[in-house]
């Protein structure tokens, strides 16, 4: 309680709002890569407590919503498949593929189950053994090490009947492509969470590549409305760096530990991400001495498309381009009860966060 005190404290957010305002010079546009960041600025209404010169937009920072229709295809037809159970993360279960989704083939029979991580669908396996385990592994670098680790019990332990189709991504190549994109950004929020695992170290090719900088800041209102003042006072200084204002949890360095036992069981790969295409060096695959793990290998090969997204903007939103106000969809067709894109389904996804915060605003 003593620690939501301090870090939800009114005065100070009030201080930091006078703080902000008076430093406020320019025009100012900052994005936040992480569906944690998201949920947290609509939920504690930061945009309403900054002046209109400040603009924040929500980047490509939730897994679930960068999960491309393929890879929920792909899903969708293991589950079909004769003697597999697919273990998945809850937020994935309703994202929408091109004709279906977990949810649909779980109605219809196939043998689906929630779970909280792979050790969990390990598990599954475990007391399984006459059934293949596919665990769909999405996130980014705060969750790819536990599916790591879970791949080196499952060699350990010879459970042979358990694999994982890999979607895990990685935050700082979808960075550069936003700036390469062209969206305009004076400063990113870092990803708090996954910069526990990486370090601040892994933010610093763009202020040194594109002299934007870079705050990495915690979740509460104190932390965010912080990260804002000190993002603008690199611009009006001219001063573009990686600062940490999440310094409880973030290191420059990060958790060397999770990320040697990442390294041992993936490497990197191009991959898909939903809204911003094919992105060089972004994805992670198991090495080839854990095939035996993937089910891209074991499975049987299945069909995919490459139909279009429609009316959906979510491509768009991801990028920084639109927010979810813009999508035709928004609040009428796609709903949290009835989602039509990636970014309504998940709790972090930025059309979720604006509809249940709409009141905050």
């Avoid at 310094?247 to 490497?267: D, P, S």
């Avoid at 793990?293 to 491509?315: H, K, M, T, Y």
Wanted: hydrophobic share 35%; glycine share 10%.
């Amino acid at each position: 309680m003593r620690f939501i005190d301090e870090y939800r404290n009114r005065d100070l957010i009030l201080r930091l709002a006078t703080q902000i305002r008076k430093a406020a010079k320019q025009e100012y546009t900052f994005m936040e890569v992480c569906g944690g960041h998201t949920h947290a600025i609509r939920r504690f209404g930061i945009p309403s407590m900054l002046p209109g010169n400040i603009k924040l937009l929500s980047g490509p920072g939730c897994p679930v919503c960068v999960t491309g229709k393929q890879f929920i295809d792909k899903t969708v037809s293991c589950a079909a498949m004769e003697n597999v159970i697919v273990a998945t993360f809850g937020d994935l279960i309703r994202v929408p593929g091109t004709s279906g989704s977990l949810e649909k083939s779980r109605s219809a029979g196939s043998d689906i189950r929630v779970v909280l991580s792979g050790i969990e669908a390990l598990e599954i396996a475990k007391v399984n053994p006459d059934k293949r385990i596919v665990f769909p592994g999405i996130g980014f670098e705060t969750t790819a090490p536990g599916t790591a680790v879970t791949i080196l019990n499952a060699r350990k332990e010879c459970i042979v009947n358990f694999s994982i189709l890999s979607a895990h991504k990685v935050m700082p190549p979808a960075m550069d492509v936003i700036i390469k994109d062209g969206t305009r950004i004076d400063g990113f929020i870092c990803p708090g969470h996954v910069s526990v695992i990486t370090g601040s170290g892994a933010f610093e090719f763009i202020p040194e590549k594109y002299g934007i900088g870079c705050v990495i800041t915690g979740f509460e209102p104190v932390d965010i409305m912080q990260a804002v003042l000190m993002l603008i006072s690199q611009v009006n200084n001219n001063r573009p760096r990686v600062e940490i204002q999440y310094k409880r949890a973030v290191t420059r360095e990060g958790n060397t530990l999770a990320q040697k036992y990442m390294h041992e069981v993936f490497e990197p790969c191009d991959t898909e991400w939903r809204g911003l295409g094919n992105i060089t060096g972004s994805g992670l695959k198991l090495r080839r001495e854990f095939g035996d793990f993937d089910a891209e290998r074991i499975l049987a090969q299945v069909s995919v498309s490459n139909e279009e997204e429609g009316p959906c903007i979510c491509g768009d939103i991801l990028r920084g381009l639109k927010t979810p106000a813009d999508c035709p969809l928004f609040g009428s067709a796609c709903t949290p009860d009835s989602p039509e894109g990636a970014c309504m389904v998940s709790g972090e996804g930025a059309c979720n966060s604006w509809y249940k915060y709409q009141e905050n605003e």
